[in-house]
């Protein structure tokens, strides 16, 4: 019976994750993501950028160089903070520039704690890293993230509304891509989220095919990838949208190995909604005048947490 079972929800978890096959712009069923919500950040106007960065910045670039800079090293520090920036190898950043076909990405060596505006580096999507001065140096693997540096590229020209892409190694989504179920609808989190994660047979190689499972698995407005044994990929408008799903990504993984393991491991002691309340759970999220499931409620917040606990970020 257990094994009829493994095997009835591993067929009820790719219905869980395809089954808004044709979805578009980030939605399910042709739903946006919360497109009736406020924006907090409209009403809090909390920034990254220092009041005395906002005229003339430590590096003397353009402003909005300066603010993409600062988001992206919130971004690290956020991912530390919350559990999902510690384990140094491969993890990375990538946040886009605005109106430039250029991306930050935090150098390879320095860890998320350690990042700030001033040390991230720029690319351009060709693979090269840009100096201050806008000189170009193909990326090596002395200081770059060579498994990253094609990633923002292979999705953002595919996604143009992509901004902000993050690619951690929670143990709990390692953990979740171990397992033949992949994510389950145990939680509230992973209710967030339903089929906008996408799933990839990882295999540890840098070979040219899997630029095309990015864009595979990233079709359909899909929010987030589960990379078999490995991590995520989390994508967003903006940086906000991206910790957004990154954590409520992170939190379903947590909640399904707890409830995995408090069910003994036997998936018929699991209580799993059908598919039809959540579908229409789903919509009915999205639709909400209420609750944004974009993070803008919470990203200034978030911005002064990092003001209490790591206040060098934005230097």
Same mark, same amino acid.
């Given at each position: 019976m257990a ?7 591993a ?6 994750s ?27 106007l ?6 005395e ?16 800079r600062?988001?992206?090293a919130?971004?690290h520090?956020?991912? /530390? ?12 950043? #990538?946040h ?6 250029? %991306?930050?990405?935090?150098?390879w060596?320095? $860890? ?12 351009? /999507?060709?693979g ?29 020209? %595919? ?10 190694h929670p ?16 939680s509230?989190?992973?209710? %967030? =989220?339903?089929?906008?994660v996408?799933r ?9 095919? $899997? ?19 490995h991590? #995520?990929y989390?994508?967003?408008?903006d940086?906000?949208?991206? $910790? ?5 990504l ?9 409830? !995995?393991?408090m069910?003994g ?6 209580i =799993? ?32 947490? !990092? ?9």
């Amino acid at each position: 019976m257990a094994l009829l079972a493994l095997l009835a929800m591993a067929l009820h978890a790719e219905s869980f994750s395809e089954s808004c096959a044709g979805i578009k712009n980030g939605s399910c069923g042709v739903i946006p993501v919360s497109p009736n919500a406020p924006d907090r950040r409209e009403l809090d106007l909390t920034s990254t950028v220092r009041p005395e960065h906002q005229l003339s910045n430590p590096l003397g670039v353009a402003p909005e160089e300066w603010k993409a800079r600062t988001e992206a090293a919130a971004l690290h520090r956020m991912l /530390f903070l919350h559990g999902m920036g510690s384990d140094l190898a491969a993890q990375c950043v #990538m946040h886009r520039i605005p109106g430039r076909d250029e %991306f930050l990405m935090g150098e390879w060596g320095f $860890f998320f704690e350690e990042q700030t505006a001033s040390k991230m580096l720029r690319y351009d /999507f060709d693979g090269n890293r840009i100096a201050l001065d806008g000189s170009k140096e193909l990326a090596s693997p002395g200081r770059d993230n060579m498994g990253c540096i094609p990633i923002p590229s292979a999705i953002m020209r %595919f996604r143009p509304e992509v901004h902000t892409i993050l690619h951690v190694h929670p143990i709990s989504v390692m953990a979740v891509g171990g397992t033949k179920a992949g994510l389950l609808p145990l939680s509230q989190a992973a209710f %967030f =989220l339903h089929g906008q994660v996408s799933r990839e047979t990882y295999d540890f190689t840098y070979e040219g095919s $899997f630029e095309d499972s990015l864009q595979t698995g990233f079709s359909n407005g899909k929010r987030a990838m589960l990379l078999n044994h490995h991590g #995520m990929y989390a994508v967003g408008r903006d940086a906000a949208e991206a $910790f957004f799903v990154a954590k409520h990504l992170t939190q379903a993984c947590d909640v399904q190995v707890k409830s !995995l393991s408090m069910a003994g491991g036997n998936l018929e002691n699991l209580i =799993l909604p059908d598919e039809a309340l959540l579908q229409a759970q789903y919509k009915d999220m999205m639709l909400s005048s209420d609750y944004a499931y974009d993070g803008s409620r919470e990203w200034p917040g978030l911005v002064r947490q !990092l003001s209490r606990e790591a206040a060098d970020y934005n230097l």
